[in-house]
């Protein structure tokens, strides 16, 4: 399956999505690209295809923002995110496919949820101190979330959004906290043998489409109004969640 054309007519749209995503919008909807991948991957496989290629994107953000970020609140994210990291994998050993499938699902379902309240009002978040407990349970839940969907996102916005962060600070967070979070996953990941030689050998295929998705984010910043660029975001996550948790119940 991993060198049939079929997949990669639907992997290259999807890796290319991620990069425009995490590289254009700073939208943490790249983990569609995950979603999209257990529609015909195991969720497994799905995860380990696109760490390295999440993990590429972050490499090829950091040099930007390197030290810009705001450290106190980046240092709690990245602390609290190590249990969720163990949570996840722990999770993983117990559980089968359809668990992971069914979660995934759930995220995109989530993150789709998440923004449209956002958006019309119906979630507000004040900014104000918050104490440190508040930053490792976002870190928690950032890294478990991450963990099983690559959807560490929301979790993490929630908290950084409470605070009194410039938006060069809040993208920085992101990229480091996210930077460190890919580097611990890909040890778990490791461990739990979900990287195979053909899933990484398919990974150096996909690079450059990575990259390119970076470029063209870069690019459809300026170009793209991003309620466009969202609602297209919103449509594949409610249709592959729901068919995702739909096979994780059938």
Known sequence: MLWDISFFALAVPAVLFAGISKAGFGSGASFAS?????????PGQALGL?????????????KPYWGKWNWPSA??????????VLLGT????????????FLIGAMSLLFVFWQIARARGWISIEKKDQPDSVGYTAGAVAGFTSFVSHAGGPPSAIYMLSLDLTKTEY???????FWVINALKAVAYGFLG???????????????????????????????????????????LTITGTKLIFDALT
């Open 171 to 177: 993208q920085a967070n992101s990229v480091i906290v």
């Open 75 to 84: 240092r709690l994210l990245i602390i609290g995110s190590i249990p969720g």
């Open 194 to 236: 979900i990287f195979t030689l053909d899933l990484l050998l398919v990974d150096l295929a996909l690079a450059p489409f990575a990259l390119i998705g970076a470029w063209i984010g870069v690019k459809a910043h300026f170009l793209v109004p991003e309620r466009l660029f969202f609602a297209l975001t919103y449509v594949l």
């Open 90 to 101: 722990a999770l993983y050993r117990i559980t089968n496919d359809d668990v992971i499938r």
């Open 34 to 42: 995950a979603s999209i991948l257990a529609l015909v991957l195991t």
């Open 50 to 62: 696109m760490l390295p290629l999440l993990m590429l994107m972050d490499i090829a953000a950091l």
